[in-house]
């Protein structure tokens, strides 16, 4: 056997179907990525993401996140002050900082899914993503303006001017919103959402151990 076919074999596509202003969508790939040290060599993973808007009629320059939940979900302040306590203490176990303030908004992911999607095309995908959860949910970034996009872009080795261009004339906009309906059309309703394999879809940030034992059942 060659060592292309070795690497062949232990290869599992991963595509991961999530927002960036998902907080359990940053720890569930944190969790992903324990679990992926718990298999070790065993697997080689492929990453693919994918876009998901949560909220893609919020208008340009967003709405407090507070009031947003409470009407979305119907979260209560005392609700939320302990969901905010909760994930922050999530995220700084796996080495995330979510620094959440009174003030903070939710945003539209419309524009960030199309930066990334040009970030795809120069295989920097996973880098950019990693970088505009950090900017939303630990440097108070609003990253539904274009400015802030160009500047996280260009932090990650992107040209800013191709990227400003980029989202200014919507170049991807299209392609976005197909792929959002492709995996809509598939179940896909609520993020994040691993799918193994291009077959199996787990729903969710489920912990390391369980990702891990998921990932050798389908790659044994």
């Given at each position: 056997m060659t060592d292309t076919n070795v690497i062949s074999e232990k290869k599992l596509r991963i595509d991961i179907v999530s927002d960036v202003v998902c907080?359990?969508?940053?720890?569930?790939?944190?969790?992903?990525?324990?679990?992926?040290?718990?298999?070790?060599?065993?697997?080689?993973?492929?990453?693919?993401?994918?876009?998901?808007?949560?909220?893609?009629?919020?208008?340009?320059g967003g709405e407090n996140l507070r009031s947003h939940l409470a009407a979305k979900y119907g979260t209560t302040l005392e609700g939320s002050i302990k969901a905010r306590a909760s994930l922050t203490k999530i995220g700084a176990a796996l080495g995330f900082k979510f620094d959440y303030f009174d003030e903070m908004k939710m945003f539209n992911t419309f524009k960030a899914h199309q930066i990334l999607h040009y970030a795809r095309t120069k295989g920097k995908e996973t880098e950019l993503k990693l970088r505009l959860f950090s900017a939303f949910f630990g440097e108070r970034q609003e990253i539904d303006q274009v400015e802030v996009?160009?500047?996280?872009?260009?932090?990650?080795?992107?040209?800013?001017?191709?990227?400003?261009?980029?989202?200014?004339?919507?170049?991807?906009?299209?392609?976005?919103?197909?792929?959002?309906?492709?995996?809509?059309?598939?179940?896909?309703?609520?993020?994040?959402?691993?799918?193994?394999?291009?077959?199996?879809?787990?729903?969710?940030?489920?912990?390391?151990?369980?990702?891990?034992?998921?990932?050798?059942?389908?790659?044994q």
């Open positions: 907080p359990w969508c940053i720890i569930g790939y944190k969790r992903l990525e324990k679990a992926l040290e718990i298999v070790g060599d065993k697997v080689e993973a492929d990453i693919h993401w994918h876009p998901f808007e949560l909220n893609s009629k919020m208008p340009q996009l160009v500047s996280v872009a260009e932090e990650i080795g992107l040209d800013a001017a191709e990227s400003r261009e980029i989202l200014n004339d919507g170049r991807y906009a299209n392609a976005v919103r197909e792929e959002e309906y492709q995996w809509l059309a598939r179940g896909v309703r609520g993020v994040p959402a691993f799918v193994f394999d291009d077959k199996h879809i787990v729903s969710g940030a489920q912990d390391p151990e369980t990702l891990a034992s998921t990932i050798l059942q389908l790659h």
